[in-house]
């Protein structure tokens, strides 16, 4: 605890000569290993087996380890039923044990032929359980730790699982089956044969779903000897998720709460980027996470030549990924006629900036998140949350110990629930509970403290106020364009009180409400019905919103949406903006007369002091904060340590 809070399509490329590997080696990018972490590649059993050519092999090991230092690689056996060889594994694993590389096995449990669709294993179909069995201990006669890639899920229907099921929901079969398949169709099979062998099992980032296709984040972590995170969230529109851009931090910092020490490191591809800058954004984040490794998938992607895409609103600037300083720190001591950079470079670039801020930064802290195991509702709404500049701490267990915890829907899956909001409440603690947790606990409880009422109505609102007690709101703004569609909440007025409202055609509607309970304070928050409206609220009315939410905490930023804060408990902090445009925050500390120290730079700025109140109204909570001027250009982040 610190502050009250938790601290938590494959390229080939011509052999070079001996004298073009020779003079890359000069470059820097080849002067030692990352300093905070280690990085590794995963080499797809088809490529693997291309390796048959020894001269293949070389001549890509020597085009990559010339743009990014590798201190590891994952050789895998077997995907889409396809094998490597006793020999060839041996032969490739040799070859990096000689370079200095460490090596472990890999295997991807996908089936081909689902049509552009992904397509699990039949686990209730005896030939594919002995086919699993036999792939794994390929992997265990070669491997001492071997990694399962994110398709050990299960997506099939036949009619041998329909027997097996039963009258059971499609979550609980698939639940039990897993667990049953990791035990006797991985890990035991694979330790017979070498008992050894650290199993390792990686999930992917669509975690809100898992438990549908049988991903148990409770017991699996528990079977396998350690879990790797999924931290690609790649284009946050135009892929099937949405997946918004602060997932490539929080998801990691979920699972290390529920994997204390044995989550392994973040994984991320070169998949669906519109520019180039997306990949660099997810490699920072998963490294802002404080991940020990960070996992490049794959070995043919990172060979690609790097592209810059859609930049055209930034490439002349000099933003946190610049692409014609990457290229020169390519060009500058390649030979003429040398290929040109791939995204290997664009990684190695990313990952050397990255690496001079990490070490500097202490442990992750932020606002305490509940989201119990096997649990979903308001799908990946904390990710929206830490794009509004609140960052969270999830975790899979109820944080009792924190001061204030923020609840989703999917905290109703626990069926106590509203027993422990009131122990939170009783000890004199906070509670903020959206409008979806409000919805999903009507008549289970949740009116023996308060009666707030979630309507079938909506409101269309467009301009916002706020205000702490009783008289005249204070204008917060709004744009006359941007509608936003809310649920209306019923309240009793004196009962409990409007902190943030949203008005339509003269009536206002509350989004922020808090009510007293005993010594504790609970608060209500009205979330849109699509979270990408959360962006489109005046900063105003975020800054009302965040002024009660972290109340409290070390650091705060206020400005546009789509700029997030990450905190550390040694005051310092990264704030990273994720628009097209460039943007000025206000970042504010706790505490009178605080410097700011840019961990880069060294450069240091002073501030101005503020006694900064909540809302317009007598009697409502206030904080020394000094405030400071930060301008952000697109995709870009500044780091920062608090002084005295």
């Known amino acids: 605890m610190e502050n009250g809070f938790k601290i938590t399509s494959r390229s080939r490329f011509l052999p070079w000569s001996l004298a073009c590997v020779l003079a890359l080696a ?61 020999d060839l594994l041996e032969r490739v694993k040799k070859f990096f044990l000689d370079q200095g590389v460490r090596v472990a096995g890999g295997m991807a449990l996908s089936d081909e032929g689902g049509g552009g669709q992904f397509r699990s294993f039949c686990y209730t179909d005896p030939k594919d359980r002995e086919f699993i069995q036999r792939a794994v201990q390929l992997a265990a006669r070669h491997f001492d730790e071997i990694i399962q890639d994110d398709f050990f899920f299960i997506t099939t229907k036949n009619d041998s699982d329909i027997a097996a099921k039963g009258t059971r929901s499609w979550t609980k079969f698939r639940l039990g089956l897993e667990d049953e398949a990791a035990e006797d169709l991985l890990i035991k099979p694979a330790r017979a044969v070498n008992p050894r062998v650290k199993m390792v099992i990686k999930f992917p980032n669509w975690y809100e779903h898992f438990q549908g296709l049988g991903y148990d984040l409770d017991k699996e972590p528990r079977l396998f000897d350690g879990i790797y995170t999924g931290t690609e969230t790649r284009d946050p529109e135009s892929t099937d998720q949405n997946l918004q851009q602060y997932e490539s931090y929080l998801i990691f910092r979920y699972f290390e709460n529920i994997k204390p020490g044995g989550n392994g490191g973040g994984w991320v591809d070169t998949f669906s980027l519109r520019y180039v800058d997306r990949y660099a954004e997810q490699l920072w984040d998963t490294m802002f996470a404080k991940a020990p490794e960070i996992m490049l998938f794959n070995w043919a992607a990172i060979l690609q030549p790097a592209r810059p895409g859609n930049r055209t609103n930034w490439q002349s600037l000099h933003t946190s990924f610049d692409y014609e300083q990457m290229e020169r720190s390519y060009l500058s001591n390649a030979p003429a006629g040398s290929p040109g950079p791939t995204m290997a470079r664009v990684a190695g670039y990313s990952l050397e900036q990255v690496d001079a801020v990490v070490g500097k930064l202490g442990r992750p802290i932020g606002i305490a998140g509940y989201k119990p195991y096997q649990s979903t509702g308001e799908d990946f709404l904390h990710n929206y949350f830490g794009m509004i500049g609140i960052p969270v701490d999830l975790h899979p267990t109820f944080p009792a110990d924190a001061r204030l915890v923020l609840l989703t829907e999917s905290a109703a899956f626990d069926p106590d629930i509203v027993a422990k909001i009131k122990r939170q409440l009783t000890a004199g603690k906070s509670v903020v509970i959206t409008s979806g947790l409000l919805h999903a606990l009507q008549g289970k409880g949740i009116e023996d403290i308060v009666e707030w009422q979630y309507t079938d109505r909506k409101i269309l609102a467009h301009q916002y106020s706020t205000g702490f007690g009783a008289g005249n709101a204070a204008d917060a703004g709004g744009d006359e364009n941007a509608d936003i569609l809310f649920p209306d909440i019923r309240f009793l007025t004196n009962d409990s009180w409007a902190l943030v409202r949203a008005m339509a055609n003269g009536k206002g509607y509350p989004l922020l409400l808090m009510d007293r309970y005993s010594k504790g304070i609970l608060y209500l928050w009205t979330i849109p019905e699509n979270f990408n409206d959360l962006y489109r609220l005046p900063p105003s009315v975020t800054r009302g919103i965040r002024n009660f939410v972290m109340a409290g905490f070390p650091t705060r930023v206020d400005g546009p949406s789509q700029v997030a804060l990450f905190a550390y408990d040694n005051n310092t902090f990264v704030v990273e903006s994720f628009l097209p445009t460039a943007a000025d ?35 409502g909570p206030s904080e020394e904060l000094t405030s400071f001027k930060v301008h952000l250009l697109p995709h870009s982040y500044s780091a920062f340590r608090a002084e005295k």
């Open 26 to 86: 000069t470059m820097g990018c080849l002067a030692g290993q990352y300093t905070n972490f280690d990085v590794a590649i995963y080499i797809p059993v088809g490529v693997v087996r291309t390796f048959e050519n020894p001269e293949i092999l070389s001549n890509e090991w020597n085009r990559i380890r010339t743009q990014l230092k590798v201190d590891k690689v994952y050789i895998e056996a077997q995907r889409n039923r396809q094998l490597a060889g006793d």
């Open 585 to 619: 925050v206000t970042v504010s500390v706790a505490g009178e007369a605080v410097r700011l120290r840019n961990l880069v730079s060294g450069e240091i700025s002073s501030g101005q002091s503020e006694r900064r109140g909540y809302g317009r109204g007598r009697g």
